[in-house]
């Protein structure tokens, strides 16, 4: 899927739907997060016939897995559900699919059964059509025991959607983001949605959960390096909110980010800053680079400073972007070197490698799916592998090849009394594997 078009900053937050209180049929008992959990919510049924299995996930668990309480973790999931008017629009894309598997009528069902199936406490959903929103996922997630709410794109019927479960989190802060702007370069029309959820248990711990859907074009490495930005620093005002500050309050940063795990935009990401001058536009996503587009460096595509009009950002996020003195050995003989810097405020990390698919179109398949955490906060104790391009290639799983492969963690809360993050629970020979 896409993101892009639209233009204009919303002063109030824009289209944005809450699935309420209402509570069709009684919450679902909260049940243990783990990936081999037996009794799983049927969400995905709702009258049709039996769902056609998808690709098998391995669960990778940490040996911590067994020794973490029940209550001190929690599941999340990323997932792009493909807009049906966008594979409407861009079916070429997909011609290589069984056009029996397109219709919404067949996908919505195979979705809801994935949701199903990653026994999520939190989901992130990009490309939630507004009136899917209303008439499809809050009638059965409310009856699974989740609510929600969504964030559409400017001038699109297709936005951001984040569902909790009822039992187990209260909404404290909602904060939607706007990453357009009234100027001539940020017109795009992306979002993002940032919920601080706070536990209802007497522990009352916080987590943040920010969920986007960057710009696809990938030549406009600039715009999604400066939406990028401008969403991590709506997040640390999200925390500011309610009272935290980023070491205090745990996050997670999920979504569809068009840009692949070795590209610049993710170093951006991960590292907390990003020395942009001199960088090609067009390669800053990663997305060039696997096979969609080949293009030689050209002068025209070279960011300087600013890369966006200052005027066009947030305040925090203009002066996050800034000139520095190079080290004495960049330096030219007897002048001064100056690099240009753009900076964020999260720490963030990443559970996954670039090894498997989350977007599956006739040309291209890359991982460019992202979900990413509080290095100092939150530890992974159970991550599902990626779905590989051999397996989606195979007829028996067309149906779930036109759509982002959802991305599931297990996480620990680990911002009172659990365990300290370390490199031996994330790293993959400490991982023992789960089919799901």
């Known amino acids: 899927g896409g993101g892009g078009g639209g233009g204009g900053r919303r002063q109030d937050g824009g289209s944005r739907r809450s699935s309420g209180g209402r509570g069709r049929g009684r919450d679902a008992q909260h049940r243990v997060a783990h990936p081999a959990a037996a009794a799983a919510v049927h969400v995905a049924r709702a009258g049709r016939a039996k769902v056609a299995p998808g690709p098998r996930r391995k669960w990778l668990c940490s040996e911590l897995d067994q020794t973490i309480q029940d209550d001190d973790k929690f599941v999340l999931c990323s997932y792009n559900i493909l807009s049906q008017q966008l594979l409407a629009a861009s079916q070429y894309l997909y011609t290589a699919r069984d056009p029996a598997a397109l219709p919404w009528a067949v996908r919505g069902p195979r979705i809801l059964d994935c949701l199903q199936r990653s026994t999520a406490d939190i989901m992130m959903l990009q490309e939630v059509e ?9 009638p059965h997630l409310e009856a699974a025991g989740f609510t929600g709410t969504l964030e559409a794109r400017k001038g699109k019927t297709d936005g951001c959607a984040v569902f909790w479960r009822k039992s187990r989190f209260d909404a404290e802060h909602v904060n939607r983001v706007d990453l357009s702007s009234d100027g001539p370069v940020l017109t795009w029309g992306n979002v993002g949605l ?3 959820l706070r536990e209802k248990a007497v522990t009352g711990r916080r987590v943040c959960v920010a969920n986007t859907h960057l710009v696809f074009n990938e030549k406009r490495g600039e715009i999604k390096l400066a ?3 401008i969403l991590a620093h709506a997040v640390a005002d999200a925390i500011a909110e309610v009272g935290g500050t980023t070491r205090t309050v745990p996050t997670v940063l999920g979504g569809d980010f068009n840009s692949t795990p070795q590209s610049k935009l993710i170093e951006f990401l991960l590292s907390g800053r990003l020395r942009f001058d001199g960088l090609d536009r067009r390669f800053i996503s990663g997305q060039m680079e696997h096979g969609r587009t080949h293009a030689s460096p050209s002068r025209g595509y070279i960011l300087d ?8 950002l947030p ?11 190079a080290p004495s050995r960049g330096r030219a003989k007897g002048g001064e070197s100056l690099e240009h810097h753009v900076a964020h405020p999260l720490r963030l990390r990443s559970p996954f490698d670039e090894h498997g698919v989350t977007s599956f179109q006739d040309k291209f398949a890359a991982v460019v799916d992202h979900i990413f955490y509080s290095d100092d906060q939150l530890t992974p104790i159970a991550i599902a592998e990626l779905v590989g391009y051999r397996q989606l290639v195979r007829p028996m799983n067309s149906l779930y090849g036109i759509t982002l ?3 599931w963690v297990v996480c620990v809360c680990d911002s009172l009394t659990c365990v300290t993050p370390t490199n031996a629970c994330i790293g993959r020979r400490r991982w023992h594997a789960i089919v799901t």
């Open 315 to 325: 305040p925090r996020v203009g002066q996050a972007i800034h000139v520095m003195r």
């Open 194 to 196: 940032v919920v601080v």
């Open 405 to 407: 492969v959802a991305v």
């Open 305 to 312: 400073h600013p890369f966006v009009p200052v005027a066009e």
């Open 227 to 229: 939406q990028a930005a």
């Open 130 to 138: 507004t009136d899917v929103f209303d008439s499809f996922f809050v």
